[in-house]
């Protein structure tokens, strides 16, 4: 019996295999309607109430051309001289740069020509349009739509209203036709090419599938023959298939038919589908995920054979996922799910697969994202329950976790089981897994208590000093979005506890704070280049190139857990750029603004030896606070931490300094002069050597009329990042996002939530946290260097903002920094400054000398892909001698009302410029004295910048002596900046010697252990005579003693 079903599947298996292979009918049915013309274009329109969304623009009718592409234009043309690169992309007018899909660019011949000898040219176009509801045309749109959801990751059940299916048939060159002058005759045959382009949406989400028969032409010399993608208006060109494989494209098999290509296109970033493509794309879709995994992927890229395993692997560690899911019996299948791995490293990290008998290996670049950033419903809660009931306590004995069931499975049989997995930091692996839970659960139950007594934790097991918490599904299939749920990272004093009793007696955190501590004090390397903490609040919320808010402590959080382990601070910020060793800062602030050292509070501010990577910094920073700060009462072994993790003194801190450009052209520079751009074109911003700046300033796309510029698009360079941010313009699909945001030429996406922070190069990009900030309009880029430009959309103009450090020298239409604002306006290659301050005379002598034109040989530096070359046109440059007297003498506002004569824009430009002064006052230079340091002590305030009293009004331990008050006065020259406390520091909080401590502790121990003896008995003769006196109450005492036997046994 068993051989006959292996037979009876044997053979579906091959009438499988030949249905797969008699699909060789690579075209969809071509129609009747042919193109007639070769210009203008055959415009087809779509369905009233329907637009077509492509690389996130919308349109309402297509266009043909012989010249193998379909257009969202009718003034797109075949251009032998554009090659569609970075250097094509520097000499081409946007205005001239045209939408289009091409399955093969090339130059086609005449339709209907003659060819030499006299034949006729037998190249045809057909089209065929098929609409959803059309009679006779249900089947193909099914056929497609079916094709595409079996072909993208991320689809389902498509169902498309509109596909144009547009057939190119036996098709040649102008080359072949006119300078080979083939005749179709013997042995002078034209090189024909058959080949489709079906376009197909639903109104939202849009696809192309490219469709070659039969491919012959030989590929003229110095040819830009390609298929691929083209935004238009300087959107940006994205390849569908390599040039290389073009002359052979009809025989790879990048589909379940061979010839066939399909796409995803209605956005910037063009997501290929398919299988065993050409190029080596794999799609993982959705193409972020946390670093703790435990996502559901949809992928594609090989095509997924039956028998075969396939998995993924990340990074330079090559971490490896469980094997994909793959739909089973299907000897093809062009779709898997795959569950995304606990990982070590974030950012943008390289995913690769192959399968395990395979040669060719796929791969992308997807975002991984710390687990700070990631939703809270995404995560397992540890849910903290009381004494007893805490996840970082040492004596916990039970434990309490939640999740969230609706994202692991609706199964209405689905299980799970909950385990503990600890992290090695000596190994940087996840290598410890003990199961919490003995047999599955129902994932519908959606918590779990446990006893800790119950999880056996043996010698190996309490060398991990941290770990995370799981709910993993049984059955992988059942998964919706995630196969496993972890929770953040957690301290493991509840598991090991009893072995270090066992090892090191009751005081075990005590010891393990001893041992860290000799172990961490031997390298002091990395305190080496980390940046001095800003000296209050505000100065930290100005420095947005060097700072960042902490996502444990921060003002705007509205987590119940906000500032755990720092009380005394309203806000923490920390650095953004880790050093050599990765180490980095962390700097915490009250609620009047003053800094928190670690010397005057066991909540401050305190530096990280592993900033990077993020359990690094669990191990060496977060546990041994809970070793010496938390598992000891905050005893003096805290303050053997806060020496090893000193506040850095804010006097080695110099804030940075600001420029801008807002509302219609106007500049305020880093020494704080002011102007406006009053000509159209790309200019230089900023020259320094990290990092260059450039501008486009344009009329308003959205009001012509306005007889001023605005900045419409920012390219910075930094290092080896190139970033172009722009404005969405009124033809853009704008209800997603306003700004579009290019790293290396590759769009870059910034959803709220985890992928609000991302790390690339040189360079970290950030979207606004602003709740009300949904569509993508204020983004900040900050450098390695700490450098940070902050470009924002607001009433469709851009604004910019940009914070330079000290140290670097700084030139361009931001001016010069040196504290002088008389040389800003400082031409290019000049040594002396515009002398006439009006406004003709400072565009074309200052303005016009740092535009990017053609003949300045400027062209090799520009970053903004298809310039626009300005020109020295002062039409729009003129004086505003009326003041309106609603701008209260703000001179952008009047400019801005007088070129637009709208009181809204001129309000929000006045807005913009008071921003200005705000920011000049936040980040003023603060004079301190730095810490008071009295080690031990208790103060009437921390207040330690210049003119401040601080009074030392006690001891934490030990006792005070001398002096108690300090003034921090100035001293030195006038404006020698310099200051110190007043008088000399003398108080010191001395306490008595070693031996008498250990003495004293001895004789309160033995008082407070008789104390207690005495107090048990009482109650026991107590209780004794109450029962003698009831009577009848025996039971009632039994109850009793046993309740109080529990109590004592808790305590």
Same mark, same amino acid.
């Given at each position: 019996m068993a051989v006959f079903y292996r037979r009876i599947f044997g053979l579906y298996l091959l009438f499988i295999c030949l249905f797969h292979n008699l699909k060789s009918e690579v075209l969809f049915s071509q129609g009747n309607n042919e193109v007639q013309v070769n210009y203008p274009l055959t415009k087809i329109p779509l369905p009233d109430g329907l637009t077509y969304p492509y690389f996130g623009q919308n349109y309402k009718s297509l266009y043909v051309s012989k010249d193998g592409f379909v257009a969202f234009s009718e003034y797109a043309r075949y251009v032998t001289s554009r090659k569609f690169t970075v250097r094509d992309e520097k000499?081409?007018?946007?205005?001239?740069?045209?939408?289009?899909?091409?399955?093969?660019?090339?130059?086609?011949?005449?339709?209907?020509?003659?060819?030499?000898?006299?034949?006729?040219?037998?190249?045809?176009?057909?089209?065929?349009?098929?609409?959803?509801?059309?009679?006779?045309?249900?089947?193909?749109?099914?056929?497609?739509?079916?094709?595409?959801?079996?072909?993208?990751?991320?689809?389902?059940?498509?169902?498309?209203?509109?596909?144009?299916?547009?057939?190119?048939?036996?098709?040649?060159?102008?080359?072949?036709?006119?300078?080979?002058?083939?005749?179709?005759?013997?042995?002078?045959?034209?090189?024909?090419?058959?080949?489709?382009?079906?376009?197909?949406?639903?109104?939202?989400?849009?696809?192309?599938?490219?469709?070659?028969?039969?491919?012959?032409?030989?590929?003229?010399?110095?040819?830009?023959?390609?298929?691929?993608?083209?935004?238009?208006?300087? %959107?940006?060109?994205?390849?569908?298939?390599?040039?290389?494989?073009?002359?052979?494209?009809?025989?790879?098999?990048?589909?379940?038919?061979?010839?066939?290509?399909?796409?995803?296109?209605?956005?910037?970033r063009i997501i290929t589908g398919g299988c065993d493509n050409p190029d080596g794309k794999l799609q993982v879709v959705p193409d972020s995920a946390g670093m703790f995994g435990g996502e559901m992927v949809e992928v594609t890229g090989p095509c997924f054979k039956w028998g075969s395993s396939y998995s993924l692997s990340f990074g330079n560690r090559r971490d490896k996922s469980e094997d994909c899911l793959t739909e089973d019996y299907d000897p093809t299948t062009l779709k898997a799910r795959c569950e995304i791995p606990i990982l070590t490293e974030s950012g943008q990290v390289t995913v690769f697969m192959k399968a395990t008998n395979g040669q060719k290996e796929y791969n992308t670049t997807i975002t991984i994202v710390l687990p700070s950033r990631m939703p809270t419903e995404e995560r397992?809660?540890?849910?903290?329950?009381?004494?007893?009931?805490?996840?970082?306590?040492?004596?916990?004995?039970?434990?309490?976790?939640?999740?969230?069931?609706?994202?692991?499975?609706?199964?209405?049989?689905?299980?799970?089981?909950?385990?503990? %997995?600890?992290?090695?930091?000596?190994?940087?692996?996840?290598?410890?897994?003990?199961?919490?839970?003995?047999?599955?659960?129902?994932?519908?139950?959606?918590?779990?208590?446990?006893?800790?007594?119950?999880?056996?934790?043996?010698?190996?097991?309490?060398?991990?000093e941290v770990g995370v918490i799981e709910v993993k599904l049984e059955d992988p299939r059942m998964a919706i979005k995630y196969r496993v749920l972890r929770s953040r990272p957690t301290t493991l004093g509840w598991l090991v506890s009893r072995g270090m009793v066992a090892r090191y007696g009751d005081s075990w955190p005590v010891e393990k704070c001893q041992a860290w501590y000799q172990k961490d004090i031997k390298d002091r390397s990395w305190l080496n280049f980390i940046p001095a903490c800003p000296c209050n609040l505000q100065q930290a919320l100005a420095d947005i190139g060097r700072w960042y808010k902490d996502h444990g402590c921060n003002l705007f959080s509205k987590s119940p857990l906000n500032c755990a382990l720092h009380s005394a601070a309203v806000h923490c910020v920390r650095s953004v750029q880790p050093n050599v060793h990765g180490a980095g800062n962390q700097c915490c602030y009250r609620a009047d603004g003053t800094l928190i050292y670690s010397s005057d509070s066991y909540q401050g501010s305190t530096l990280d030896r592993a900033q990077v990577p993020s359990m690094s910094h669990w191990v060496h920073d977060i546990v041994p606070f809970f070793y010496c700060c938390m598992w000891t009462g905050f005893s003096a072994d805290c303050d053997k931490y806060m020496a090893a993790r000193p506040t850095l003194q804010c006097t080695g801190y110099s804030p940075p300094k600001q420029a801008m450009v807002f509302g219609q052209g106007n500049v305020r520079t880093f020494d704080n002069d002011s102007y406006f751009v009053c000509g159209e074109g790309d200019f230089i911003l900023l020259e320094s050597t990290p990092v260059t700046i450039e501008g486009r300033f344009q009329k308003s796309p959205f009001s012509q009329n306005y007889n001023s510029t605005i900045l419409t698009d920012v390219g910075i360079r930094s290092g080896n990042d190139v970033i172009e941010i722009r404005m969405k313009g009124p033809n853009a699909d704008r209800s997603k996002r306003i700004l579009d945001v290019l790293v290396n030429g590759e769009y870059q996406f910034f959803d709220n939530g985890p992928l609000q922070w991302k790390d690339f190069t040189d360079s970290v990009i950030v979207n606004s946290d602003d709740p009300s900030n949904t569509k993508e309009s204020n983004v900040t880029v900050i450098t390695k260097n700490g450098i940070g430009v902050q470009v924002a959309e607001n009433h469709q103009r851009l604004s910019l903002l940009?914070?330079?450090?000290?140290?670097?020298?700084?030139?361009?239409?931001?001016?010069?920094?040196?504290?002088?604002?008389?040389?800003?306006?400082?031409?290019?290659?000049?040594?002396?400054?515009?002398?006439?301050?009006?406004?003709?005379?400072?565009?074309?002598?200052?303005?016009?000398?740092?535009?990017?034109?053609?003949?300045?040989?400027?062209?090799?530096?520009?970053?903004?892909?298809?310039?626009?070359?300005?020109?020295?046109?002062?039409?729009?440059?003129?004086?505003?001698?009326?003041?309106?007297?609603?701008?209260?003498?703000?001179?952008?506002?009047?400019?801005?009302?007088?070129?637009?004569?709208?009181?809204?824009?001129?309000?929000?430009?006045?807005?913009?410029?008071?921003?200005?002064d705000q920011i000049q006052d936040e980040r003023r230079l603060v004079r301190s004295c730095g810490l008071l340091d009295v080690p031990q002590s208790i103060k009437d305030n921390y207040n330690y910048s210049l003119g401040n009293t601080v009074v030392i009004t006690g001891c934490r331990r030990g006792e005070l002596t001398g002096e108690k008050v300090y003034k921090c006065t100035a001293t030195g020259e006038e404006n020698s900046y310099t200051q110190s406390w007043t008088p000399e520091v003398t108080a010191s909080c001395e306490g008595p010697p070693e031996q008498n401590i250990t003495m004293i502790i001895g004789i309160v121990v033995a008082i407070v252990v008789v104390l207690i003896i005495v107090i048990v008995i009482a109650v026991i003769l107590k209780k004794k005579r109450s029962g003698s006196m009831k009577g009848s109450g025996k039971k009632e005492t039994s109850h009793d003693t046993q309740q109080y036997s529990v109590v004592a046994q808790k305590e």
């Open positions: 000499s081409v007018n946007a205005a001239e740069d045209y939408p289009f899909v091409a399955p093969f660019y090339y130059g086609g011949a005449h339709l209907k020509s003659t060819l030499e000898g006299g034949n006729a040219y037998q190249g045809k176009i057909f089209y065929n349009v098929l609409k959803k509801g059309e009679r006779g045309q249900r089947r193909e749109l099914e056929s497609i739509g079916r094709n595409i959801t079996e072909s993208i990751a991320g689809v389902r059940n498509f169902d498309p209203k509109f596909a144009l299916v547009v057939t190119w048939v036996k098709v040649t060159d102008e080359y072949n036709t006119g300078v080979i002058k083939c005749t179709d005759g013997t042995g002078r045959k034209c090189q024909a090419n058959t080949f489709q382009a079906v376009l197909v949406t639903d109104g939202i989400l849009s696809f192309a599938i490219f469709n070659y028969k039969d491919m012959k032409l030989t590929f003229p010399p110095s040819t830009n023959y390609q298929a691929g993608f083209n935004g238009g208006y300087g %959107r940006g060109w994205s390849p569908a298939i390599s040039k290389q494989f073009m002359s052979n494209i009809s025989m790879f098999q990048a589909s379940s038919y061979k010839g066939r290509y399909i796409y995803q296109i209605n956005e910037e397992v809660q540890l849910v903290n329950q009381g004494p007893g009931s805490l996840w970082n306590d040492t004596s916990a004995a039970s434990l309490y976790l939640q999740w969230n069931p609706r994202i692991l499975s609706n199964h209405s049989n689905a299980k799970v089981s909950v385990n503990l %997995r600890g992290y090695s930091e000596e190994k940087k692996s996840w290598d410890l897994t003990i199961p919490i839970t003995k047999d599955p659960i129902p994932v519908s139950r959606g918590s779990y208590r446990f006893n800790t007594e119950d999880i056996s934790c043996d010698e190996r097991c309490q060398g991990y940009v914070m330079i450090p000290p140290g670097y020298e700084s030139s361009g239409l931001l001016g010069r920094w040196n504290n002088d604002s008389v040389d800003d306006l400082t031409p290019r290659n000049s040594k002396f400054s515009v002398l006439h301050r009006n406004p003709k005379d400072i565009y074309s002598k200052f303005v016009f000398s740092w535009a990017i034109t053609k003949n300045k040989g400027t062209l090799s530096s520009t970053i903004v892909p298809f310039p626009v070359f300005a020109t020295n046109k002062t039409d729009m440059c003129f004086e505003h001698s009326q003041e309106m007297t609603q701008c209260y003498g703000d001179k952008s506002c009047n400019h801005d009302y007088w070129t637009t004569m709208n009181m809204t824009l001129a309000y929000q430009t006045m807005h913009l410029s008071s921003r200005y």
